[in-house]
Protein backbone atom coordinates (compact mmCIF):
# COMPACT_ATOMS: atom_id res chain seq x y z
CA UNK A 1 0.00 0.00 0.00
CA UNK A 2 1.55 3.54 -0.81
CA UNK A 3 0.48 5.08 2.21
CA UNK A 4 2.12 2.34 4.35
CA UNK A 5 5.32 3.42 1.46
CA UNK A 6 5.01 6.89 2.88
CA UNK A 7 4.61 5.81 6.79
CA UNK A 8 7.84 3.57 6.09
CA UNK A 9 9.96 7.11 4.70
CA UNK A 10 9.12 8.65 7.94
CA UNK A 11 11.81 7.87 10.99
CA UNK A 12 9.69 8.61 13.67
CA UNK A 13 6.90 6.00 13.17
CA UNK A 14 9.50 3.58 11.59
CA UNK A 15 10.96 3.85 15.03
CA UNK A 16 7.38 4.07 17.18
CA UNK A 17 6.62 0.49 15.36
CA UNK A 18 9.41 -0.63 15.64
CA UNK A 19 9.26 -0.64 19.07
CA UNK A 20 5.14 -1.57 19.40
CA UNK A 21 6.34 -4.88 17.46
CA UNK A 22 9.22 -5.60 20.34
CA UNK A 23 6.20 -5.05 22.67
CA UNK A 24 4.04 -6.76 21.36
CA UNK A 25 6.65 -9.73 20.64
CA UNK A 26 7.50 -9.74 24.41
CA UNK A 27 3.87 -9.50 25.95
CA UNK A 28 1.98 -11.95 22.95
CA UNK A 29 -0.53 -9.35 22.85
CA UNK A 30 -1.13 -5.63 22.42
CA UNK A 31 -1.12 -4.04 25.90
CA UNK A 32 1.43 -2.51 28.15
CA UNK A 33 3.28 0.60 26.50
CA UNK A 34 7.09 2.05 24.69
CA UNK A 35 9.12 5.21 26.38
CA UNK A 36 8.94 7.27 23.68
CA UNK A 37 11.87 9.07 26.15
CA UNK A 38 14.45 8.71 22.80
CA UNK A 39 12.46 10.57 20.67
CA UNK A 40 13.68 13.93 19.91
CA UNK A 41 11.06 16.69 19.82
CA UNK A 42 10.48 17.32 15.92
CA UNK A 43 10.02 13.38 16.38
CA UNK A 44 6.95 13.93 18.95
CA UNK A 45 5.42 16.40 16.50
CA UNK A 46 5.37 13.84 13.58
CA UNK A 47 3.79 11.18 16.29
CA UNK A 48 1.46 13.85 17.91
CA UNK A 49 -0.23 14.30 13.87
CA UNK A 50 -0.36 10.71 14.09
CA UNK A 51 -2.11 10.11 17.04
CA UNK A 52 -3.67 13.31 18.15
CA UNK A 53 -2.46 13.73 21.38
CA UNK A 54 -0.66 17.05 22.28
CA UNK A 55 3.41 17.24 21.22
CA UNK A 56 3.41 18.65 25.04
CA UNK A 57 1.41 15.86 26.59
CA UNK A 58 3.20 12.97 24.64
CA UNK A 59 6.81 14.95 25.53
CA UNK A 60 5.21 15.04 29.53
CA UNK A 61 3.95 11.76 29.65
CA UNK A 62 7.38 10.20 27.69
CA UNK A 63 5.01 7.01 27.22
CA UNK A 64 2.24 6.00 24.76
CA UNK A 65 0.32 2.77 25.92
CA UNK A 66 -0.33 0.65 22.63
CA UNK A 67 -4.12 0.81 23.06
CA UNK A 68 -4.34 4.23 22.94
CA UNK A 69 -1.91 3.97 19.24
CA UNK A 70 -4.88 1.37 18.19
CA UNK A 71 -7.58 3.62 18.61
CA UNK A 72 -5.97 6.53 16.86
CA UNK A 73 -4.96 4.42 14.50
CA UNK A 74 -8.76 3.57 13.97
CA UNK A 75 -10.23 7.00 13.29
CA UNK A 76 -7.16 7.36 9.96
CA UNK A 77 -7.51 6.06 6.72
CA UNK A 78 -5.65 3.03 7.25
CA UNK A 79 -8.23 0.43 7.45
CA UNK A 80 -6.99 -2.24 9.95
CA UNK A 81 -9.44 -4.14 12.33
CA UNK A 82 -6.38 -4.47 15.02
CA UNK A 83 -2.75 -2.73 15.80
CA UNK A 84 -1.22 -6.30 15.28
CA UNK A 85 -2.86 -6.42 11.52
CA UNK A 86 -1.27 -3.03 10.83
CA UNK A 87 1.46 -3.75 12.07
CA UNK A 88 2.48 -7.02 10.66
CA UNK A 89 1.08 -5.42 6.85
CA UNK A 90 3.46 -2.90 7.80
CA UNK A 91 6.52 -5.04 8.29
CA UNK A 92 5.45 -7.39 6.01
CA UNK A 93 5.76 -10.38 8.15
CA UNK A 94 3.38 -12.67 11.27
CA UNK A 95 3.79 -11.03 14.32
CA UNK A 96 4.72 -13.84 16.61
CA UNK A 97 5.19 -13.69 20.55
CA UNK A 98 8.17 -14.83 22.25
CA UNK A 99 7.09 -18.37 23.94
CA UNK A 100 5.16 -18.87 20.72
CA UNK A 101 8.64 -18.40 18.60
CA UNK A 102 10.44 -20.49 21.47
CA UNK A 103 8.01 -22.97 20.84
CA UNK A 104 8.10 -23.11 17.29
CA UNK A 105 12.10 -23.33 17.48
CA UNK A 106 11.96 -26.17 20.13
CA UNK A 107 9.81 -28.03 17.52
CA UNK A 108 11.73 -27.50 14.93
CA UNK A 109 15.10 -28.19 17.01
CA UNK A 110 13.51 -31.99 17.76
CA UNK A 111 12.40 -32.52 14.64
CA UNK A 112 16.45 -31.51 13.71
CA UNK A 113 17.89 -33.88 16.35
CA UNK A 114 15.82 -36.72 15.27
CA UNK A 115 16.78 -36.02 11.90
CA UNK A 116 20.48 -36.11 12.88
CA UNK A 117 20.61 -39.21 15.17
CA UNK A 118 19.14 -41.09 12.01
CA UNK A 119 21.67 -39.27 9.63
CA UNK A 120 24.75 -39.96 12.40
CA UNK A 121 23.71 -43.42 14.56
CA UNK A 122 27.54 -43.83 15.03
CA UNK A 123 27.36 -40.61 17.79
CA UNK A 124 23.65 -40.42 18.28
CA UNK A 125 24.32 -41.08 21.98
CA UNK A 126 26.21 -37.55 21.54
CA UNK A 127 23.13 -35.88 19.59
CA UNK A 128 20.71 -37.36 22.90
CA UNK A 129 23.47 -35.03 25.31
CA UNK A 130 23.01 -32.43 22.70
CA UNK A 131 18.94 -32.53 23.09
CA UNK A 132 19.39 -32.37 26.72
CA UNK A 133 20.63 -28.80 26.78
CA UNK A 134 22.79 -28.69 29.73
CA UNK A 135 24.73 -26.09 30.83
CA UNK A 136 28.06 -27.63 28.88
CA UNK A 137 26.27 -27.77 25.86
CA UNK A 138 24.83 -23.95 25.59
CA UNK A 139 27.95 -22.52 23.48
CA UNK A 140 27.34 -25.37 21.26
CA UNK A 141 23.75 -24.02 20.92
CA UNK A 142 24.41 -20.10 20.81
CA UNK A 143 27.18 -20.89 17.62
CA UNK A 144 24.68 -22.84 15.58
CA UNK A 145 21.56 -21.94 16.54
CA UNK A 146 18.96 -22.55 13.56
CA UNK A 147 21.83 -23.05 11.37
CA UNK A 148 21.32 -26.53 10.64
CA UNK A 149 23.41 -26.65 7.43
CA UNK A 150 26.34 -26.20 9.57
CA UNK A 151 25.27 -28.15 12.56
CA UNK A 152 25.19 -31.08 10.37
CA UNK A 153 28.34 -30.35 8.76
CA UNK A 154 30.44 -30.57 12.24
CA UNK A 155 27.99 -33.54 12.93
CA UNK A 156 29.45 -35.65 9.83
CA UNK A 157 33.28 -34.46 10.64
CA UNK A 158 32.52 -35.91 14.38
CA UNK A 159 31.37 -38.58 13.44
CA UNK A 160 34.00 -39.90 10.85
CA UNK A 161 36.65 -38.49 13.45
CA UNK A 162 35.38 -40.91 16.72
CA UNK A 163 34.48 -43.78 14.22
CA UNK A 164 38.07 -43.48 13.18
CA UNK A 165 39.51 -43.00 16.80
CA UNK A 166 36.94 -46.27 17.78
CA UNK A 167 38.87 -48.34 15.31
CA UNK A 168 42.52 -46.90 15.64
CA UNK A 169 45.22 -48.93 16.69
CA UNK A 170 48.03 -46.82 16.87
CA UNK A 171 48.96 -43.41 18.05
CA UNK A 172 48.31 -40.50 15.75
CA UNK A 173 49.46 -36.80 15.65
CA UNK A 174 46.29 -34.12 15.89
CA UNK A 175 46.97 -32.54 12.78
CA UNK A 176 47.70 -35.23 10.87
CA UNK A 177 44.56 -36.54 11.97
CA UNK A 178 42.97 -33.65 11.23
CA UNK A 179 44.15 -33.29 8.09
CA UNK A 180 42.66 -37.12 7.22
CA UNK A 181 39.34 -36.32 8.33
CA UNK A 182 38.73 -32.58 7.56
CA UNK A 183 41.57 -31.73 4.93
CA UNK A 184 42.42 -28.95 7.19
CA UNK A 185 45.31 -29.89 9.88
CA UNK A 186 44.30 -27.34 12.26
CA UNK A 187 41.06 -28.10 12.42
CA UNK A 188 40.69 -29.79 15.46
CA UNK A 189 43.37 -27.43 17.24
CA UNK A 190 42.06 -26.64 20.83
CA UNK A 191 40.92 -22.75 19.71
CA UNK A 192 39.05 -23.79 16.54
CA UNK A 193 34.99 -24.54 17.08
CA UNK A 194 35.33 -28.14 15.70
CA UNK A 195 38.20 -28.70 18.17
CA UNK A 196 36.22 -27.95 21.04
CA UNK A 197 33.59 -29.73 19.70
CA UNK A 198 35.51 -33.14 19.67
CA UNK A 199 36.78 -32.39 22.90
CA UNK A 200 33.44 -32.35 23.77
CA UNK A 201 32.14 -35.27 22.61
CA UNK A 202 35.15 -37.40 23.72
CA UNK A 203 33.98 -36.05 27.41
CA UNK A 204 30.58 -37.22 26.74
CA UNK A 205 31.84 -40.31 25.60
CA UNK A 206 34.11 -40.93 28.96
CA UNK A 207 30.98 -39.75 30.98
CA UNK A 208 28.45 -42.38 29.42
CA UNK A 209 31.00 -44.83 30.04
CA UNK A 210 31.14 -43.93 34.13
CA UNK A 211 34.67 -42.32 33.73
CA UNK A 212 34.64 -39.06 36.40
CA UNK A 213 35.46 -35.98 34.60
CA UNK A 214 34.98 -32.61 34.15
CA UNK A 215 34.30 -30.48 30.82
CA UNK A 216 37.02 -27.68 32.22
CA UNK A 217 39.83 -28.96 31.68
CA UNK A 218 43.47 -27.96 31.72
CA UNK A 219 45.55 -28.38 29.04
CA UNK A 220 47.76 -31.73 30.38
CA UNK A 221 43.91 -32.50 30.66
CA UNK A 222 42.99 -32.18 27.42
CA UNK A 223 46.03 -33.95 26.36
CA UNK A 224 45.24 -36.94 28.34
CA UNK A 225 41.97 -37.42 27.25
CA UNK A 226 43.34 -37.25 24.00
CA UNK A 227 45.77 -39.67 24.93
CA UNK A 228 43.04 -42.00 25.58
CA UNK A 229 41.88 -42.20 22.20
CA UNK A 230 45.68 -42.72 20.76
CA UNK A 231 45.81 -39.37 19.60
CA UNK A 232 48.62 -36.93 20.45
CA UNK A 233 48.96 -33.48 21.01
CA UNK A 234 52.29 -33.03 21.88
CA UNK A 235 54.93 -36.34 22.31
CA UNK A 236 57.92 -34.66 23.01
CA UNK A 237 56.99 -32.09 25.66
CA UNK A 238 55.11 -35.01 27.55
CA UNK A 239 58.01 -37.38 29.04
CA UNK A 240 58.37 -39.10 31.88
CA UNK A 241 61.41 -40.21 34.17
CA UNK A 242 62.92 -43.50 35.19
CA UNK A 243 65.59 -45.74 36.40
CA UNK A 244 66.28 -49.61 36.74
CA UNK A 245 63.46 -50.58 34.26
CA UNK A 246 63.44 -52.92 30.87
CA UNK A 247 61.21 -52.08 28.09
CA UNK A 248 60.77 -54.57 24.80
CA UNK A 249 59.79 -53.74 21.51
CA UNK A 250 58.48 -56.49 19.10
CA UNK A 251 59.54 -59.12 21.38
CA UNK A 252 62.88 -57.93 22.08
CA UNK A 253 64.91 -55.60 24.87
CA UNK A 254 64.79 -51.93 23.33
CA UNK A 255 68.82 -51.32 23.39
CA UNK A 256 68.45 -47.56 24.69
CA UNK A 257 67.00 -49.27 27.67
CA UNK A 258 69.36 -51.77 28.19
CA UNK A 259 72.27 -49.74 27.65
CA UNK A 260 70.88 -47.88 30.87
CA UNK A 261 70.96 -50.97 32.53
CA UNK A 262 74.22 -51.75 32.08
CA UNK A 263 75.83 -47.93 32.90
CA UNK A 264 73.06 -47.21 35.61
CA UNK A 265 71.60 -44.31 34.09
CA UNK A 266 68.60 -42.38 34.19
CA UNK A 267 66.40 -41.89 31.19
CA UNK A 268 63.76 -38.88 30.72
CA UNK A 269 61.10 -40.61 28.30
CA UNK A 270 59.30 -38.55 25.86
CA UNK A 271 55.58 -39.89 25.01
CA UNK A 272 57.40 -40.44 21.27
CA UNK A 273 59.25 -43.22 22.49
CA UNK A 274 57.37 -44.38 24.97
CA UNK A 275 54.44 -45.34 22.25
CA UNK A 276 57.31 -47.53 20.39
CA UNK A 277 57.51 -50.03 23.12
CA UNK A 278 55.13 -53.18 24.15
CA UNK A 279 56.17 -53.79 27.22
CA UNK A 280 57.83 -52.78 29.91
CA UNK A 281 59.38 -54.28 33.60
CA UNK A 282 61.78 -53.91 36.52
CA UNK A 283 65.50 -55.44 35.84
CA UNK A 284 66.35 -56.86 38.76
CA UNK A 285 63.09 -57.59 41.16
CA UNK A 286 59.59 -57.31 41.08
CA UNK A 287 58.98 -54.02 42.48
CA UNK A 288 58.58 -50.51 41.12
CA UNK A 289 58.71 -47.39 42.94
CA UNK A 290 56.56 -44.24 41.63
CA UNK A 291 57.39 -41.22 43.07
CA UNK A 292 55.68 -37.33 42.45
CA UNK A 293 58.60 -35.06 42.89
CA UNK A 294 61.51 -34.87 41.38
CA UNK A 295 64.01 -33.96 44.04
CA UNK A 296 62.76 -36.87 46.15
CA UNK A 297 62.86 -39.48 43.34
CA UNK A 298 66.67 -38.44 42.55
CA UNK A 299 67.68 -39.00 46.00
CA UNK A 300 66.04 -42.25 46.09
CA UNK A 301 67.64 -43.33 43.28
CA UNK A 302 71.47 -42.26 44.78
CA UNK A 303 70.49 -44.32 47.82
CA UNK A 304 69.23 -47.18 46.34
CA UNK A 305 70.88 -47.39 42.49
CA UNK A 306 69.46 -51.23 41.76
CA UNK A 307 66.18 -50.11 42.75
CA UNK A 308 63.16 -49.72 39.67
CA UNK A 309 62.23 -46.12 40.34
CA UNK A 310 59.95 -43.57 38.04
CA UNK A 311 59.46 -39.88 38.55
CA UNK A 312 56.23 -38.14 37.55
CA UNK A 313 56.94 -34.81 38.18
CA UNK A 314 53.66 -33.85 39.50
CA UNK A 315 50.74 -34.45 38.15
CA UNK A 316 50.90 -37.10 35.21
CA UNK A 317 51.49 -36.60 31.91
CA UNK A 318 50.73 -38.94 29.34
CA UNK A 319 53.83 -40.59 28.89
CA UNK A 320 53.73 -41.91 32.89
CA UNK A 321 50.41 -43.15 32.11
CA UNK A 322 51.52 -45.17 28.99
CA UNK A 323 54.51 -46.09 31.20
CA UNK A 324 51.93 -47.23 34.17
CA UNK A 325 49.64 -49.00 32.22
CA UNK A 326 52.65 -51.00 30.57
CA UNK A 327 53.68 -52.18 33.87
CA UNK A 328 49.87 -52.88 35.16
CA UNK A 329 49.70 -55.26 32.49
CA UNK A 330 51.96 -57.89 34.61
CA UNK A 331 52.51 -59.47 37.58
CA UNK A 332 54.72 -56.83 39.43
CA UNK A 333 54.06 -54.39 42.85
CA UNK A 334 53.89 -50.82 42.00
CA UNK A 335 54.01 -48.35 44.80
CA UNK A 336 53.20 -44.91 44.67
CA UNK A 337 53.65 -42.31 46.70
CA UNK A 338 53.31 -38.52 46.44
CA UNK A 339 53.17 -34.93 48.64
CA UNK A 340 50.30 -34.97 51.51
CA UNK A 341 48.19 -32.18 50.50
CA UNK A 342 45.32 -31.06 48.45
CA UNK A 343 46.87 -31.62 44.76
CA UNK A 344 48.97 -34.89 45.92
CA UNK A 345 46.04 -36.66 47.51
CA UNK A 346 43.87 -35.89 44.11
CA UNK A 347 46.99 -36.85 41.99
CA UNK A 348 47.11 -40.19 44.28
CA UNK A 349 43.29 -40.35 43.76
CA UNK A 350 43.17 -40.85 40.25
CA UNK A 351 46.12 -43.24 40.07
CA UNK A 352 44.58 -45.22 42.17
CA UNK A 353 40.87 -44.82 40.62
CA UNK A 354 42.63 -45.71 37.18
CA UNK A 355 44.76 -48.29 38.18
CA UNK A 356 42.31 -49.90 40.87
CA UNK A 357 44.08 -52.55 43.12
CA UNK A 358 47.19 -52.57 40.90
CA UNK A 359 48.76 -49.49 42.88
CA UNK A 360 49.66 -49.30 46.04
CA UNK A 361 49.92 -46.31 48.21
CA UNK A 362 53.36 -45.94 49.55
CA UNK A 363 53.67 -44.10 52.85
CA UNK A 364 50.63 -41.88 52.36
CA UNK A 365 48.74 -42.74 55.61
CA UNK A 366 47.85 -40.99 58.64
CA UNK A 367 51.06 -41.89 60.46
CA UNK A 368 53.16 -40.46 58.04
CA UNK A 369 50.86 -37.58 57.72
CA UNK A 370 51.10 -36.36 61.30
CA UNK A 371 54.67 -37.17 61.78
CA UNK A 372 55.83 -34.71 59.13
CA UNK A 373 53.14 -32.00 58.88
CA UNK A 374 54.70 -28.71 58.04
CA UNK A 375 54.36 -25.27 59.59
CA UNK A 376 52.55 -24.14 56.43
CA UNK A 377 48.58 -23.19 56.96
CA UNK A 378 46.22 -24.01 53.67
CA UNK A 379 43.82 -21.84 53.15
CA UNK A 380 39.70 -22.79 52.71
CA UNK A 381 40.59 -22.73 48.63
CA UNK A 382 43.13 -25.49 48.89
CA UNK A 383 41.16 -27.64 51.61
CA UNK A 384 37.92 -27.66 49.32
CA UNK A 385 39.81 -29.54 46.74
CA UNK A 386 39.71 -32.85 49.64
CA UNK A 387 36.22 -32.70 48.62
CA UNK A 388 36.74 -34.87 45.17
CA UNK A 389 38.93 -37.80 46.66
CA UNK A 390 36.99 -40.92 46.19
CA UNK A 391 39.01 -43.25 47.88
CA UNK A 392 38.43 -44.11 51.43
CA UNK A 393 42.24 -44.08 52.49
CA UNK A 394 42.80 -40.90 50.84
CA UNK A 395 39.22 -39.50 52.70
CA UNK A 396 40.50 -40.54 56.06
CA UNK A 397 43.57 -38.43 55.40
CA UNK A 398 41.96 -35.79 54.54
CA UNK A 399 40.00 -35.62 57.64
CA UNK A 400 42.78 -35.40 59.78
CA UNK A 401 44.11 -32.96 57.14
CA UNK A 402 40.79 -30.63 57.51
CA UNK A 403 41.44 -30.70 61.29
CA UNK A 404 45.17 -29.65 61.12
CA UNK A 405 45.11 -27.71 58.12
CA UNK A 406 49.06 -28.11 57.16
CA UNK A 407 50.19 -30.65 54.78
CA UNK A 408 52.93 -33.45 54.79
CA UNK A 409 55.78 -33.23 51.80
CA UNK A 410 57.82 -36.16 50.64
CA UNK A 411 60.90 -34.12 51.56
CA UNK A 412 59.65 -34.52 55.50
CA UNK A 413 59.56 -38.05 54.91
CA UNK A 414 62.46 -38.53 52.83
CA UNK A 415 64.09 -41.20 55.67
CA UNK A 416 61.50 -43.23 55.81
CA UNK A 417 60.95 -43.58 51.76
CA UNK A 418 64.70 -44.65 51.68
CA UNK A 419 64.34 -47.18 54.41
CA UNK A 420 61.65 -48.84 52.54
CA UNK A 421 63.83 -49.30 49.28
CA UNK A 422 66.63 -50.34 51.00
Not at 258 to 276: F, G, H, Q
Not at 396 to 417: F, G, N
Request: glycine share 4%; net charge negative.
Amino acid sequence: MDNLNLLRNEPAFHKLFLLCKKKYESLGRIGGSVSLKTFTEPEIITLSGLTGIAPDQLMTKQTLTLTTLENALAETKFEYDSLRSFLEAYFGETLISKKEREKIEQADELVFSMQMKKQFPIISWYIDWLIGKTADTRWIWSLYKGNHESVSAKLSLLESAYNTLAEGKSYVRLPLFAQKITGNPHAFDRNEELGKWLLHLLTVDQLRKGTEITFNKTTEEENELLGQYKLLRDDLWSFVTCRGLIAERNGEIHPVWSAAIETNSVLNLPLKEMINIDTAYPHSSNTVWVAENSSVASTLMDAAPHAAIICTHGQLRLAGWRLLELLATRDIEIHYSGDIDPEGLLIADRVLERFKNRVKLWRMDDVTYEDGISGDVMSEIRLSKLDKLRHPKLQQIATLMRKHKKPTYQEAVIERLVEDLK
